[in-house]
């Protein structure tokens, strides 16, 4: 049974960081690329970051390049997200997610698995 | 940037059936995904590839496309099918996934 646990959430002011983990398990890990899904309170799921699975390559939405960056521990099954330069907007749940490749590769697939997430409050 | 469509929200009685659409220019050459979220809880995937169940989810999901729209039926509602639904694909010009806005399926 695949399993995905987060960690590391939290409040942050303004400007700070946070690095967020998930733990995975119950596949072959460096086999998937991850994810980071996030979801505002109240609002619709919005797509962070991808690295495929052996972390040789990484994908960001266009709100995140350069404050966030996403990695992986193959030998730990562990991805990570280091967030920097939080604003306000930031604040969500964030998912972990593992992707599947339904068709031909990054971006063309969906996410089959997910973690229960993290909620990240970014406020003063 | 590439954005999918989707209707804020459907109602439709138990028993009945319920449609949601999803529009994105890309559609015709993009596969559509479809999620299923319960308050609380992690999305779910319920189609994948415009029309295949994973397993595990009931038959009365099912999907489609035409064109620039993907389709999520569900037959027979059943209460516990109210959930927000969230469609999703892939940008043909960048690297990106994106999702459609999400439709609430409010069970009469």
């Known amino acids: 049974e695949v399993q995905l646990l987060e960690s590391g959430g939290g409040l942050v002011q303004p400007g700070g960081s946070l690095r967020l983990s998930c733990a995975a398990s119950?596949?072959?890990?460096?086999?998937?690329?991850m994810s980071w899904v996030r979801q505002a309170p109240g609002k619709g799921l919005e797509w962070v970051s991808t690295?495929?699975?052996?972390?040789?390559?990484?994908y960001y939405a266009d709100s995140m390049k350069g404050r966030f960056t996403i990695s992986r521990d193959n030998s730990k099954n562990t991805l990570c997200l280091q967030m920097n330069s939080l604003r306000a907007e930031d604040t969500a749940v964030y998912y972990c997610a593992k992707y599947y490749p339904y068709s031909s590769g990054w971006p063309r697939g969906a996410f089959d698995d997910w973690g229960q997430g993290t909620m990240v409050t970014v406020s003063s | 940037s590439y954005e999918l469509t989707q209707p804020p929200s459907v109602s439709v009685s138990p028993g009945q059936t319920a449609r949601i659409t999803c529009s994105g220019d890309?559609?015709?050459?993009?596969?559509g995904y479809w999620y299923q979220q319960k308050p609380g809880q992690a999305p779910v995937l319920v189609i994948y590839k415009d029309s295949e169940r994973p397993s595990g989810i009931p038959e009365r999901f099912s999907g489609s496309s035409s064109g620039t729209t993907v389709t999520l039926t569900i037959s027979g509602v059943q209460a516990e099918d109210e959930a927000d639904y969230y469609c999703?694909?892939?940008?043909?010009?960048?690297?990106?996934?994106?999702f459609g806005g999400g439709t609430k399926l409010t069970v009469l």
């Open positions: 119950g596949f072959t890990f460096s086999s998937y690329a």
């Open positions: 999703q694909s892939a940008d043909s010009s960048a690297p990106y996934v994106v």
């Open positions: 890309a559609l015709p050459k993009q596969y």
């Open positions: 690295i495929s699975g052996s972390g040789g390559s990484t």
